[in-house]
């Protein structure tokens, strides 16, 4: 990876110190609080006097409703990562890009899906998220093509091609491509493995934070797996690399006692806010807030890695992440209001 | 070190040339510290500034801070000059 500047640490100071500034204008908790009792057209003024505001105003006239704030919250997110990717010197380009692919996934599976189900272009183009490395243009070129095969075919050079055609005849011949989901997001987390462990500097720091996003991602699967009943061999559903292994994993899904199965992950786990939200997670029955409480658990983690290691790839991700949630925060809000859910049950879904 | 047959106006030029460079040194040495602590939070601030003008004028007082330390190296250097 010689093609990477190491640069000059004042370079990642300088990158680091902007998305500190970005995170701490994020939406904080008293806002969100104060939604929950707005309705929709309120909620919209809302955000259109925060970060979304260009947005908001420039799509005002083209879209109403839910489709205006799911458009700007679209909008606004994409144009936040691709800026990001701009500003962000060296290695932590590489990094960034390297994270950003998941957002690939996400597109190029909707846009699969849509095309099987015969959606029209247009239509589709409208919930993509254009923040990885295929961008507007790329993304429209795939809406054109007319079968999910030539879509796949139009992305022939693409790190994920080969999960594509390997999967691709399968997904179409059950018509779920939720296999195809899952093997493509396992190739994407054992290659930002090793992109971390490559040999670039900050990789290790980077390491530490796919580690973290493997192990909640898989006690998240392991959560909603008992909450569907789904007692078969788990292994293919389980990413690898993170502290657990997949064994493990399995071991733990056979459980079928709750508590016992709490018990058994608390003695794998080291940190003492996991632990504590593994025992919190005992009173809590609805799937929504075991996920809501292991993703707050891992921003929490997060933060704290990035103020041990303030000038790395640790500062970006976490705002990338908080970002994240915050769009899906207010989607959330906005569509439940829409469907007239009261607003403390909205609260239950909302990470804050 | 002072040879036997190193007179007295020998003996003075030799002080006056070490308290000069003794001065240089103080000036020379805090103005490197100054600008090594200066890179780390110019680089912040301009990172801040980009994101929130209104910090402008709060960074450009933290930057020059470390200044402080080049003043006390050029009083040291002005006290044992004259």
Not at chain 1, 99 to 116: A, E, P, S
Request: proline share 3%.
């Amino acid at each position: 990876m010689a093609e990477i500047s190491s640069g000059l640490a004042t370079n990642y100071i300088y990158a680091c110190t902007r998305m500190r500034v970005r995170r701490s204008l994020l939406i904080p908790r008293e806002d969100y609080l104060r939604m929950l009792n707005m309705s929709l057209p309120e909620i919209t003024r809302f955000i259109g006097e925060t970060n979304y505001r260009s947005e908001i105003d420039e799509l005002g006239t083209s879209f109403s409703g839910i489709n205006l704030v799911e458009e700007a919250l679209n909008w606004n997110l994409a144009k936040e990562y691709q800026n990001i990717l701009e500003l962000v010197p060296g290695e932590l380009k590489y990094f960034t890009a390297s994270y950003l692919r998941r957002w690939d996934i996400q597109n190029v599976v909707t846009i699969l899906r849509g095309k099987l189900q015969g959606v029209q272009p247009g239509k589709l183009k409208e919930v993509l998220i254009p923040a990885g490395r295929l961008d507007k243009v790329a993304l429209d070129r795939l809406l054109a093509e007319e079968s999910p095969e030539r879509v796949v075919e139009a992305l022939k050079g693409e790190r994920f091609y080969p999960v594509l055609e390997k999967e691709l005849p399968r997904a179409m011949e059950t018509g779920s491509f939720a296999h195809l989901e899952n093997e493509l997001y396992k190739g994407y987390y054992a290659r930002l493995i090793a992109d971390a462990t490559g040999g670039i500097k900050g990789g290790s720091i980077f390491l530490k934070y796919i580690k973290l996003e493997i192990d909640t991602r898989n006690i998240q699967n392991l959560f909603r797996l008992r909450a569907g009943r789904v007692r078969e061999d788990v292994r293919g559903l389980m990413i690898p690399g993170g502290s657990f292994s997949v064994e493990e994993l399995q071991r733990l899904s056979g459980l079928e006692d709750r508590d016992e199965f709490i018990d058994a992950l608390k003695r794998q786990v080291r940190t003492a806010p996991l632990l504590n939200t593994l025992e919190a997670i005992r009173g809590k029955s609805a799937l929504h807030e075991v996920e809501v409480a292991l993703t707050r658990v891992q921003l929490d983690q997060m933060v704290r890695m990035s103020k041990r290691y303030p000038f790395s790839i640790l500062p970006v991700v976490v705002y990338l992440e908080e970002k994240k949630y915050e769009v899906a925060n207010l989607r959330a809000l906005a569509r439940g209001k829409e469907a007239g859910l009261p607003g403390e049950r909205l609260q239950g879904y909302l990470v804050m | 070190m002072v040879d036997v047959g190193t007179t007295l106006e020998m003996v003075q030029a030799s002080q006056a040339g070490m308290s000069a460079l003794g001065a240089g040194l103080a000036v020379g040495l805090t103005g490197i510290g100054a600008g090594i602590a200066e890179m780390a939070i110019g680089s912040a601030a301009v990172g801040a500034t980009a994101e929130n003008r209104d910090v402008f004028g709060l960074v450009l007082l933290l930057t020059v801070i470390p200044e402080t330390i080049v003043i006390f190296g050029l009083v040291v250097a002005l006290l044992l000059l004259f």
